[in-house]
Nanobody, 122 residues
Framework: QVQAVESGGGLVQAGGSLRLSCVDS????????MGWFRQAPGKEREFVAA????????RYVDSVKGRFTISRDNAKNTVNLHMNSLKPEDTAVYYC???????????????WGQGTQVTVSS
């Protein structure tokens, strides 16, 4: 089971950029498709982006298409989320977890970490 640790969040003005990183503290990430999810205050957790284990396929929620890019470096055991043109509605805690190979949802019995807070001011 992947035990991912997220980092890179912070406070940024609207229109700014951030890069979130996800590092595996246990078994290698390279064997798993990985995804980013986010949860804003008072809202349910939602899917943001995912990338297949071999990097050959990606998927994004419509609201971030053209602004966010998910990437991975299996040699470094990391998955990144590059976020550009940030909007106040992107404010949330962002989580990195293993997902199914069809990139449709979290891996069964996935373990959610602490996440990393992203705050976008207007």
């Amino acid at each position: 089971q992947v035990q991912a640790v997220e980092s890179g969040g912070g406070l940024v003005q609207a229109g700014g950029s951030l890069r979130l990183s996800c590092v595996d503290s246990g078994p290698t990430i390279s064997s798993y498709s990985m995804g980013w999810f986010r949860q804003a205050p008072g809202k349910e957790r939602e899917f943001v982006a995912a990338i297949r284990w071999n990097g050959e396929s990606t998927r994004y929620v419509d609201s971030v298409k053209g602004r966010f890019t998910i990437s991975r470096d299996n040699a470094k055991n990391t998955v990144n989320l590059h976020m550009n043109s940030l909007k106040p509605e992107d404010t949330a805690v962002y989580y990195c977890v293993a997902v199914t190979d069809n990139l449709r949802g979290p891996y069964p019995q996935v373990s959610w970490g602490q996440g990393t807070q992203v705050t976008v001011s207007s």
